[in-house]
């Protein structure tokens, strides 16, 4: 409809139905099965609140869609139609892997791609709003919620914030979009010592600087909503932060979109210490500019008598009301109240065989590999016997922990795609032993059959170890498939020790006496810490959490199909006391080497080195590659110009191979300090055997901007150092001038 009759259907409701809009309820509430993301709690509302919602969180499925929305227009005055949000994060039915595994691809386009089949299969399941992308930037390992977002860098994690939206909204035509919700604002990823829901505290000019960026890039990408975080900025929580919310989001960077809470988030305002009741709570929200409240009775029960005591302006009400209309009726709900949504299409769409082929594509290029010593990979196809061992040989647990309206059944698990490869002479295979020893630290969550992982009585378990050793000493490579249960990353999942589970290592510290070389696949969902495990490795293959493909992407790179070319987008530690790690990080007074200072007075552990284990954009092919050293076309940057740095680089194997070539900048001296380096372009190569190529980057005074000491964000004239490589730790360098 057009904005006029928007405001004609405005002019005629009365403060409840405004008030209405700004509530988002489960499907419980309508009678549908509930999908719980959070704590449950009675939220104390009446049926006439059910009638005059405006939005339903979690709740999926054409038919189910469409019932709701009849019933609740059928009781509805204005007739102003639902809107259906939901957690469609990295796939629907059909899975792509994690988004920390997303970002190893170093492929946006890729991604929004994906991101548009997705919008495609669950639109038409009747998903009208997606709640992502998370782009939370992360540098704590320990934080479950690694696994929502595409790494440490704010640049990088900017191009994939931007794809994500573009993928999700397209132009925004039904039937092959959805509405974008980014999240969690802000700095959601910076949690205090990486234990979910903690306190984040920092600088204005860190939280510019790094944390910003990709939300940013995901409100410039045209992104309809953004969701607050659970955390604190500068002491006050982030739903009811006026300036993060209204100052700087709304104003400074023009977002004139829908903002959401996080789940209940209202509601622990209390909790933070900010509002004494919901009453104040919810004025606190409403005065930050926050249009829905998810999932609480806040909005519902004080904001009428708010308003009505004369405490709150309506205004803000009226304002937050035509937000949420004015994205309803850019879904064409008005039109269309259920967007197309259509079961047969729904199923139809989902059996698209294009939507599988990307799945695999997209797990191929997310997948890392970390070592390969002597070669060992690719397997040979024939001549020799593979053992598969290890809980996540036949499992579909292989989706991660927030693909929750995934179609778990479409998951094609490593031992059923090695079959296909293998003559069942060449191929066994065992689970070894269980994920965890102890289920407990799952809580609730453990109990949900699909989420079980493999676990086992101590009978069984000797059993099955003894089975996994005959099945070794009878091969001649033994391939494990291990990792973190599903559910010990995603939200609610920080941990203080990321190494590997127990009984998982302890198996494989048997097997490795046998003297078979050992291939080790990793299924996790955050860095781990392998320091005491990489010793017992032949090869490393990061696989992450990788979707619906991952079996069949996992056995394509084992056996050379196609080679491996994943760069990971996170460092990985040595020690779990080195967190919170980056590769952009500031060198110190006394950094460890180059300080002048020897020994004990330098900024440095005394147990364990400053490095990562595996450093930010490492990744190996089966391929090798010789860098040139850098050449630039001038020396001197003018205000405005660009000069070009230029590397050549050759194929120095006969297998064919993607080199994720990347460049670097540090600014060495300016009015504040400025990382060791920063990640600012990359170019995706291609290299045939032996083949050479030279690959340029521009550089333009926009890449050497920052936050300045007087928070002016600009480029100041002086040295800067230009570094190319494969990943941030083996670079080739040069010097130029910004005039
Ligand atoms: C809580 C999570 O933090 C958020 O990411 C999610 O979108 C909401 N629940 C809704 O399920």
Not at 487 to 497: C, M
Not at 644 to 659: D, L, M, R, W
Not at 711 to 728: L, Q, R
């Amino acid at each position: 409809m057009t904005d006029e009759k928007l405001l004609e259907l405005f002019a005629q409701m009365t403060l409840e139905e405004k008030i209405g809009q700004l509530i988002q309820l489960d499907g419980g509430c309508y009678g549908a099965e509930e999908l719980s993301t959070g704590p449950q709690q009675k939220l104390g509302i009446t049926q006439d609140t059910v009638d005059v919602s405006g939005s339903v969180l979690n709740v999926l499925g054409a038919e189910k869609v469409r019932e709701i929305q009849n019933h609740y227009l059928s009781r509805s005055r204005l007739k102003i139609p639902l809107i259906f949000m939901a957690d469609v994060i990295y796939g629907y039915k059909t899975v792509y892997p994690i988004p920390l595994a997303l970002g190893c691809t170093w492929d946006p386009d890729l991604i929004r791609a994906d991101y548009h089949i997705t919008a495609q299969e669950a639109s038409a399941d009747g998903c009208m709003v997606t709640f992502s992308p998370p782009v939370d930037l992360i540098r704590d390992a320990r934080w479950g919620r690694c696994l929502e977002s595409p790494g440490e860098d704010p640049w990088l994690n900017s191009q994939y914030a931007k794809a994500m939206v573009e993928g999700f909204q397209g132009n925004m035509a039904p039937g092959e979009s959805m509405a974008s919700c980014v999240k969690h604002f802000a700095a959601y990823g910076a949690v205090e010592a990486g234990r979910e829901y903690n306190t984040v505290d920092m600088s204005e000019r860190q939280l510019r600087q790094n944390y910003l960026p990709a939300y940013k890039a995901a409100v410039d990408a045209g992104c309809k909503l953004a969701m607050t975080s659970f955390n604190t900025v500068d002491g006050i929580p982030a739903t009811a932060n006026r300036w993060l919310l209204h100052d700087l989001l709304r104003k400074e960077w023009g977002f004139d979109g829908v903002i959401i809470t996080d789940y209940a988030a209202i509601q622990e305002l209390i909790a933070h210490g900010v509002a004494a009741d919901s009453r104040q709570a919810s004025q606190l929200a409403m005065e930050a500019s926050v249009d829905i409240d998810m999932k609480t009775g806040c909005y519902a029960n004080q904001l009428a008598p708010l308003v009505q005591d004369g405490t709150l302006d309506q205004s803000l009400i009226d304002q937050a009301c035509l937000r949420i209309l004015r994205l309803k009726n850019e879904l064409g709900l008005f039109e269309d109240p259920y967007r197309g949504a259509d079961a047969a299409r729904a199923a139809a769409c989902v059996e698209d065989a294009s939507h599988a082929a990307a799945a695999l594509r997209t797990a191929q290029e997310a997948m890392v590999l970390l070592k390969n010593k002597n070669n060992i990979l690719p397997l040979a196809k024939t001549g020799q016997k593979i053992a598969l061992i290890g809980p996540y040989s036949d499992s579909k647990d292989i989706i991660g922990m927030w693909a929750v309206h995934a179609d778990r059944a479409r998951a094609v698990t490593l031992r059923a795609a090695m079959e296909i490869i293998l003559a069942a002479e060449n191929f066994g295979w065992c689970v070894g032993c269980p994920t965890l020893d102890d289920l407990s630290c799952l809580g609730e969550f453990g109990n949900i059959p699909a989420m079980k992982g493999v676990s086992a009585d101590d009978k069984t378990v000797a059993q099955w170890e003894q089975e996994a050793l005959d099945l070794a000493q009878a091969s001649d490579v033994v391939v494990l498939a291990m990792g973190e249960h599903m559910l010990q990353s995603g939200e609610g999942g920080s941990r203080t020790d990321i190494t590997l589970p127990a009984p998982q290592k302890r198996l494989m510290e048997k097997l490795h006496q046998l003297g078979k070389p050992i291939v080790l696949i990793l299924f996790n969902g955050r860095p781990l810490v392998l320091s005491d495990v990489e010793p017992y490795c032949d090869a490393i293959l990061e696989a992450w959490f990788p979707g619906t493909a991952g079996g069949a992407a996992i056995a394509d790179l084992l056996f050379g199909n196609v080679a491996p070319s994943g760069h990971l987008t996170t460092s990985f530690p040595q020690a779990v006391g080195q967190l919170p790690l980056y590769y952009n990080h500031f060198n110190t007074g006394r950094p460890a080497e180059g300080s002048g200072h020897h020994g004990r007075f330098t900024s440095r552990y005394m147990d364990c080195p400053n490095e990562p284990l595996y450093p930010f954009g490492f990744g190996l092919g089966y391929h090798s590659a010789a860098y040139s050293a850098v050449t630039l076309s001038s020396h001197t940057l003018s205000a405005g110009g660009s000069i070009q740095a230029s590397v050549t680089i050759k194929n120095t194997s006969s297998i064919p191979g993607t080199e994720v070539v990347q460049l670097y900048l540090r600014d060495p001296a300016a009015s504040v300090v400025r990382p060791v380096k920063e990640l600012k372009g990359f170019r995706r190569l291609p290299l045939k055997p032996g083949e050479t190529q030279t690959v340029t980057f521009d550089i333009t005074e926009e890449m050497l901007k920052f936050y300045t000491r007087t928070m002016e964000y600009k480029a100041e004239p002086g040295t800067f150092i230009v570094m190319i490589g494969p990943n941030s730790r083996d670079v080739q360098q040069a010097e130029f001038t910004l005039e």
